[in-house]
Structure formats: C-alpha cells, structure tokens
C-alpha cells in the first residue's frame, strides 16, 4: 500500500504548513496527514468508510460520514488505514 498504491493529495496548505494525501492499492487506502507548524490545526477530508487510527497507535476506530475530520497538534502526524 505505501509502495506501491496510487497517491492523491488531499490538503496542501503551505499558509497553515498541513499535508494530507491518501494512498490507494486495490482495495486498501490510507490517509496520512503532516501538521509541521507551531500551532494546532483542524483538517477535513473525504474518507469513505470506517477508518482506524494506526500512528500514533493510541487512537480508536475513526468512522466519519463521508469525512475524516481532526484536529492535528503542532509538529505531529497521523495516519488512518480503512478497514
């Protein structure tokens, strides 16, 4: 999946400093999101389906209504694969 699956880029924000892209391979897709600036900021993607927080591995099962929304700390990263 993070080899070999297609990559879309879902949040380039250089103002806020946010990245966010899905990977996609056959029928598994990840959603990873950068926050490298100083400050907290709130991202908004489309995500069907339940998505499972796996980095930081502290986080539960993450079900949205067509979108994964957080808030992503300063200088963090966090990654979702749908299950």
């Known amino acids: 999946l993070f080899v070999d699956g297609s990559i879309q880029w879902l949040v380039t924000d250089d103002d806020r400093r946010l990245l966010a892209y899905e990977r996609v391979l056959d029928d598994e897709r990840a959603v990873v999101a950068f926050n490298v600036s100083e400050q907290s900021h709130g991202i908004a993607v ?5 998505y499972r927080l796996v980095y930081p591995t502290d986080g539960g ?3 949205g209504d067509g979108t994964l929304t957080v808030q992503l700390p300063p200088r963090s990263a966090r990654v979702w694969v749908r299950e």
């Open 61 to 63: 099962v993450t079900v």
């Open 46 to 50: 489309a995500a069907e389906g339940p």
